[in-house]
């Protein structure tokens, strides 16, 4: 049974909380480990903007329990009034994500049946240690880096795969390849992307974040790659110019890797588009076809070299 981070943080920062509010000696100190449970988050932005929601929300709750409460009575009644007007108006000031947080105040201010100075700073002791706790603790978050590293060399593994065999193909007809690192690879960028999208919201400070990017790259890519498979399915016969592209697939997916070799095989490219031309006509309407499907392809992996060309690599 794996443990993750934010069991052990949850497990490590409830009795914080509660020792901390019982040396306080606030009343109702169990409910700081409760305000702590609800603020644990995955990453350091999150945690952040969680923590200013439920912060606010309190706050908002405390105001609204003392009007209410000590307007209309301490009745299970006012309790339901209480929150006609509160929800709706955590919506508006897009604090609802504390709504939970906040109802842990509204009962201990209901449960007091007096609403005085020191019941509401009780209670914001409560709020700043439950919430406190676990912001401190939510500022460490484990290096994604090297899960990162692994899901990238699991996508150009399966990119190199899917090269191959498109080569494969062109060169003799072979369809025994059962594609299954297509459905593979479109897994993997799910998971990479979200993985990625977690360690930015874990940096703060950086505008740029490469493996973001370089995923979402590779998402492009992988579109093409579909993209280009009805088109090597209606190629049915060997051809000079299949051979030339089989060779092409083959040099490129030895080539699957971050650094930006994509100059290369675009010049590449441009001389077999203008060999292309200088060959003889097709002679049938079977041959024509086929021909511009592999001219069809030939434009189709261009773009996806243009993709990666644009990608600017600095230290993946």
Partial sequence: MKIGYRTIKTAVGTPIAIWIAQ???????????????????NTRKRSIMSASSRFAACLLAMAFSFAVFETIGYHPLAIGLMLILFIPTTVKLKVKEGIVTSSVIILHLYGSNNIGFETLYNEFLLIVVGIGVALVLNL??????????????????????????????????????SGKELTETAHMLEEAKSLAYR???????????????????????????????PLISRINSTYE????????????????????????????????????????????????????????????????LIIKRSFKKSDI
């Fill in 241 to 304: 110019q299949s051979m030339i592209m089989a060779e092409f697939f083959d040099e490129l997916s030895d080539s699957v890797h971050p650094g930006n070799t994509a100059v290369l095989f675009l010049q590449q490219i441009k001389k077999m588009k203008e060999g292309f031309k200088k060959g003889d006509l097709p002679q049938t309407r079977k041959e024509f076809e086929e021909r511009a499907s592999l001219f069809n392809l030939l434009n189709e992996i261009e773009q996806y």
């Fill in 140 to 177: 460490y978050m484990p290096s994604l880096e090297g899960n990162l590293k692994e899901k990238q060399r699991q996508i150009e593994n399966h990119f190199s795969i899917i090269l191959k065999e498109v080569a494969e193909f062109l060169r003799t007809g072979d369809q025994k390849w």
């Fill in 199 to 229: 360690d930015v919201e874990n940096h703060l400070l950086r505008n740029h974040h490469e493996y973001y990017h370089y995923f979402q790259m590779r998402q492009k890519q992988f579109e093409l790659l579909e993209r280009m498979l």
């Fill in 23 to 41: 040396i306080l000696a606030l009343t109702n100190f169990a409910s700081a480990g409760i305000l702590t449970i609800l603020c644990i988050q």
